[in-house]
């Protein structure tokens, strides 16, 4: 049945009626069972190739025979955990099913089919998602097309003119997924303090654990400055608990206690709240990860660079990478090698695919992959 002949379409709310739901990345089972083959690899969601934090499985695992009770509803002990870390009070912290449940929940306090919400071109697929499932607006940025800043990277001066009276919340990923490209500490101070009073702004730092530029900012610093500011973590990517969907915002009090008003009681499992305690023990861990990370990225650009293709430069675990052609038959291709990507052409970039970066032998096969296919 199309969408045209849903019987149901016209009682859905508005906003939600022209929605698309989000498209994960092909599953490797799933594409090991279409095409017949084994040993697939999966480089397609921007997870940690790495396994977990021991310390995280073994808390995972001591609080499993208990998982026949509710997990603690307010997440006390990882909310107490988190304050710490960031040096604030934990009425600060608001604590999501991943963190694209708190980008949710600040979509659903702050905007109304009367109000709108700003973010870039090419920005993060959840923000469009969020703001049109509540009947709100959005302006939508054009990226900088390489003559003033970064080519795709987001255009602060063009979302500070989309602003308006009816605007309620901008939304910037720092560094931006599927990008990779990132905001300097001055730009976007700057930035956030030309703000009207009435913005909220949602600064998105999913992939801040990777990011070594010297320049990049820790707008969790900033709290104390901006009331308006929202900063979302996760440990989906560099903690490598991308399975038991646990992240959270950092705001205002004030903030933070609207927000807590939508989430959902027992949001963050028993299980992910205790890994992600163990998690934040694990400096040796995190360590790795960002480190292996960063070489895995640099095996990757050098495959690229002998393969004669170009790239936007990525501070994440991730890189989008110009095929030259058509991304989505290169994918195709791709699958029958057994590597599953991204393509990005519903982030208006249909000749790029984004590749996360994996293991050394994971990283190998994919340029080998690549090679062959074009």
Known sequence: ??????????????????????????????????????????????????????????????????????????????????????????????LGNGSNDVLDLVARVFLTPAHEAVYSQHAFAVYPISVQATGARAQVAPAHDGSRGPAYGHNLEAMHDRVGPDTRVVFIA??????????????LENFI???????????????????????????????????????????SKAYGLAGLRVGYAL????????????????????????????????????????????????????GFSALDLTWIDSVGNFVAVDTGRTAAEVYAALLREGVIVRPVANYAMPNHLRITVGSNEENARCLVALGKVL
């Open 251 to 302: 705001s205002h009090p004030d903030v933070a206690g609207l927000l807590n008003r939508v989430r959902q009681p027992f949001n963050v499992n028993l299980v992910a709240q205790a890994a992600a305690l163990a998690a934040l023990d694990d400096d040796a861990y995190l360590a790795s990860s960002v480190s292996r990370n960063r070489a895995g990225l640099r095996q990757l650009l050098d």
């Open 193 to 235: 303090a030309a703000l009207p009073a009435h913005v909220m702004v949602v600064v998105d730092e999913a992939y801040f654990e990777y990011v070594g530029e010297p320049a990049y900012p820790d707008t969790t610093q900033w709290l104390g400055r901006f009331p308006n500011l929202i900063v979302t973590r996760t440990f």
């Open 174 to 187: 720092n560094p931006n997924n599927p990008t990779g490209g990132w905001l300097t500490t001055d730009a």
């Open 1 to 94: 049945m199309s969408p045209s002949d849903n019987p149901f379409l016209e009682l859905a709310a508005p906003g939600v009626r022209a929605l698309q739901p989000y498209q994960p990345g092909k599953p490797v089972e799933e594409l090991e069972r279409e095409f017949g083959i084994r040993d697939a690899i999966k480089l397609a969601s921007n997870e940690n190739p790495f396994g977990p934090s021991p310390l995280a499985v073994a808390a995972a695992n001591a609080v499993i025979p208990t998982m026949t009770r509710y997990p603690e509803g307010s997440g006390h002990r990882l909310v107490a955990r988190l304050a710490r870390r960031h040096g604030v009070a934990p009425e600060c912290i608001t």
